[in-house]
């Protein structure tokens, strides 16, 4: 069975930080670009970062760039979101999705191009 599991989502005060992890199991991540999505409450579903297969090229939106650096450790078969000076409206659920874009590089933000495989999320609350 193919599965993304997130992990590392956490009550946090503002500015702290955490780490999110991604753990994949029944494909082989190395050629799937993995991106990180949150959906804050009542809200639809936002891209943050995405990190594409073969090359590990980034893409980031504007309000996490130099904060929520991605990356991904194929031998371990997981991705990690490194998050640091969180902000209260970046509470939400937070999603890793792959897709099988292959060497091309492509590696969107927006969640309706990732169409392989998702996970269950993991709740981040940044609150004092």
């Known amino acids: 069975q193919v599965q993304l599991v997130e992990s590392g989502g956490d009550l946090v005060q503002p500015g702290g930080s955490l780490r999110l992890s991604c753990a994949a199991s029944?494909?082989?991540?190395?050629?799937?670009?993995i991106g990180w999505f949150r959906q804050a409450p009542g809200m639809e579903r936002e891209g943050g970062a995405c990190?594409?297969?073969?090359?590990?090229?980034?893409e980031y939106a504007d309000s996490v760039q130099g904060r929520f650096p991605i990356s991904r450790d194929n031998g371990k078969n997981t991705a990690y979101l490194e998050m640091s000076g969180l902000r209260g409206e970046e509470t939400g659920i937070y999603f890793c999705?792959?897709?099988?874009?292959?060497?091309?590089?492509?590696?969107?933000?927006?969640?309706?191009?990732?169409?392989?495989?998702w996970g269950q999320g993991t709740q981040v609350t940044v609150s004092s």
């Open positions: 999705a792959a897709h099988g874009f292959g060497s091309t590089g492509f590696c969107p933000l927006n969640p309706s191009l990732m169409t392989d495989y």
């Open positions: 029944g494909f082989t991540p190395e050629n799937y670009a």
């Open positions: 990190i594409s297969a073969t090359h590990g090229t980034t």
